[in-house]
């Protein structure tokens, strides 16, 4: 674990600082709220790129599980967990992404189940300490979610993650609407996507992507995110960074020429680092959007 760290820090996450403070940091300003829909447990990047945030709010099917008590668990038992959990964290550290379908089931296999472990780890590997955690809902029927409150050794502050277990499909944020009722108390957001499965480029994920459009003030993702189309040169400012070269080949049929004609009508800086599905730092698109 200290050597997959160490690496990732070298090749990914001190060049995410350096290139967030030139081109982020000045816009990022407007607010103190990080969400991140389709997440995942991945409080390492949302991190990264917006440490000044002082709440963050991830959402992604992954449940939220009791933990049991270390200290009851066989020892056999508690190495074989903590491995399973090396191997969890494996795509993200050397990849950026979780595949959501493996995670399912590794987070389901030991003795550790759901995304908290996972959360502890980012949190300990980014230096935070825990001061308390707290089984919540957003409503009775609603996502179940923990609110995991820490300190920033780093600016000294407090701060609090959020984890909401929610289907964010239009049926089940129609069915459970709490958790956009919980965000707009947060509004307006700094928001965050990365390696979403293009869902928001079909019709099934409509609500969803009209909220984070009406409720950020900014959005950082890649092209599996919004499509461009979404974004009305009047209300966003587009600031293209890294290379598009079309989706990887389980998702080409989201390809977009608009985004291919942007990247080629303008001067796109390079990337330092890999981020989304094109994993490699030359293929990697990274779209900065804000609002006017």
Known sequence: MDASFSALEQRQL???RTWRAVYLAPFSQVSRTCLYFFSGPDFLYADAFFPDCTSYVLVGLEPVELLPDLRTVPLTLLENTLANIEVTLNTIVNFSFFKT??????????QLKGVLPILFVFLARTGKEISSV???SPSQAGAR???ISFTDPATGGQKVLYYFSQDLSDDGLKKNPALLRFCDQLAPTNSLLKAASYLMHGNGFNIARNYLLQASALILQDDSGIPVRYFPSERWTFRLFGSYTGPINLFKQFYQAELRQSYESSAPKPL?????YQWNRHNSTLILATRR
């Open 145 to 147: 979610g923990v609110k």
């Open 134 to 136: 707290e089984y919540i």
């Open 14 to 16: 001190s060049n995410i």
């Open 101 to 110: 379908k493996d995670m399912r089931e590794d987070l389901q296999r030991t």
């Open 272 to 276: 330092t680092f890999g981020f989304g």
